[in-house]
């Protein structure tokens, strides 16, 4: 089966539990070179972190967004978007737009907690940035954009690895281990930002961790707690309606950039329930691409 033929197990309703993909094949990206299985770090006694890079087929070097699949932090493929919305078709729209999109995997909550989550992360990030000359990057222009879980992991790398004075506990020394963090821009979809208001959340992330070690936790790996004045703008969007993540978080993290200057954009989908469904899943990518193509200035 190519990998666009891939829809939900049910249309409607309650989805059974997924247990396996078929084979999937894919023909890769219109206009674009394709590269799978990037080994960007390799950690003893996991296994190893990959990704996969679309860079659009043009003559200078491509700008590029980072995507973290979403999943619950428990699950996710860095090769699928939510079912709902075909496979590759988001993916396609950025190389369309004359942004590359890298798309990496990382260690899940059965494995690790959050904090080596967006150790990967910075490490993917790191890795671009090292082999941009191979990869037809520019490493100046580098964003990182997240849904659901993968939105909280994306802020907090981001925001983190952007700070004037990045912590050495957040970025790690996975892969590279070296060279700069800072991203261009964040998008923020659906996600997590103040684990504090979250408490079953924070205690399914980091079980077993004493009651106080986890309230400092939830504060450390909050994205509200990050953002500062110099933060890379952001693009906060949620849906209305969304019964799985609550639209309280996305006006937390945009009040947090709101309070000290930081660049921020809230958008508020009606009607969109989790993952936007209920709205035109392409109109919310073309606010997206609008967005980088603003801040890459296409």
């Known amino acids: 089966m190519d990998i666009t033929a891939l829809r939900p197990p049910a249309e409607d309703g309650p989805w059974p539990p997924m247990t396996h993909l078929p084979p999937l094949t894919s023909a890769g990206l219109r206009g674009a070179t394709t590269w799978t299985g ?47 919305w075909g496979q590759q078709r988001m993916f396609q729209a950025l190389i369309d737009a004359g942004i590359a999109v890298a798309t990496p995997d990382h ?55 952007s700070a004037a004075r990045p912590d050495p506990h957040f970025l790690g020394r996975l892969g590279v281990g070296s060279g700069r963090t800072d991203v261009a821009a964040i998008v923020w979809w659906y996600g997590a930002s103040d684990l504090s208001a979250l408490p079953d959340l924070t205690e399914s992330l980091w079980r077993g961790v004493d009651p106080d070690a986890r ?6 790996y909050s994205p509200v707690t990050h953002v500062s004045a110099d933060s890379p703008p952001m693009l906060i969007m949620h849906g209305d309606a969304d019964s799985m993540s609550p639209l309280d978080q996305a006006k937390r ?25 209920g709205a035109d899943i392409e109109q919310q990518w073309q606010v997206v691409t609008d967005f980088l193509r603003e801040v890459f200035a296409l």
């Open 253 to 277: 993290l945009h009040a947090a950039a709101q309070d000290v200057g930081a660049e921020s954009r809230l958008v508020i989908v009606p009607g969109a329930e989790h993952v936007f469904l």
């Open 215 to 220: 309230g400092w936790l939830a504060m450390a």
């Open 38 to 84: 990037l080994t960007y770090a390799q950690v003893p006694g996991f296994r190893p972190m990959v990704l996969d890079l679309h860079v659009p087929q043009q003559d200078q070097p491509a700008p590029v967004v980072m995507w973290v699949h979403g999943g619950g932090w428990a699950e996710g493929d860095r090769r699928l978007t939510p079912l709902q």
């Open 107 to 161: 260690r899940l909550v059965g494995e690790v907690a959050p904090d080596d989550m967006v150790r990967d992360l910075i490490a993917a990030v790191r890795y671009l940035r090292h082999y941009a000359d191979e990869l037809a990057l520019d490493p100046d222009r580098l964003a990182v954009w997240g849904d659901s879980a993968g939105a909280h992991l994306a802020a907090l790398a981001g925001l983190a690895g």
